[in-house]
């Protein structure tokens, strides 16, 4: 399994900005799909952005299209998540995680994952 650390998460006003990071410790990015997950208090774990080994494909959650966007440094063994006009509702626990199909963004064996970092909206 790929060992994965977030950061970047913390408390923001309605209408702010965060970018959260995922490092790979432990092996070589470039050779996985990664995804970036969210999950609230009392809901389900949901994919809210997820990008190809490349970067060439992507794949976003409608309700943080335009909003928010994931791109990667394989170089720097580094995923991010920009996420811009933030809203209450997007106050979560957020993952990311490694999926072991390179081109899978719509769906994939999301095999290991990150500690998760909170991201707190207020309003």
């Known amino acids: 399994q790929v060992q994965l650390v977030e950061s970047g998460g913390g408390l923001v006003q309605a209408g702010g900005s965060l970018r959260l990071s995922c490092v790979a410790s432990?092996?070589?990015?470039?050779?996985?799909?990664m995804g970036w997950f969210r999950q609230a208090p009392g809901k389900e774990r949901e994919l809210v952005a997820a990008i190809s080994w490349s970067g060439t494909n992507t794949n976003y959650a409608d309700s943080v299209k335009g909003r928010f966007t994931i791109s990667r440094d394989n170089a720097k063994n580094t995923v991010y998540l920009q996420m811009n006009s933030l809203k209450p509702e997007d106050t979560a626990v957020y993952y990311c995680?490694?999926?072991?199909?390179?081109?899978?963004?719509?769906?994939?064996?999301?095999?290991?994952w990150g500690q998760g970092t909170q991201v707190t909206v207020s309003s």
């Open positions: 995680a490694a999926g072991s199909h390179p081109y899978g963004v719509y769906g994939n064996s999301w095999d290991s």
């Open positions: 432990s092996h070589t990015l470039s050779s996985y799909a």
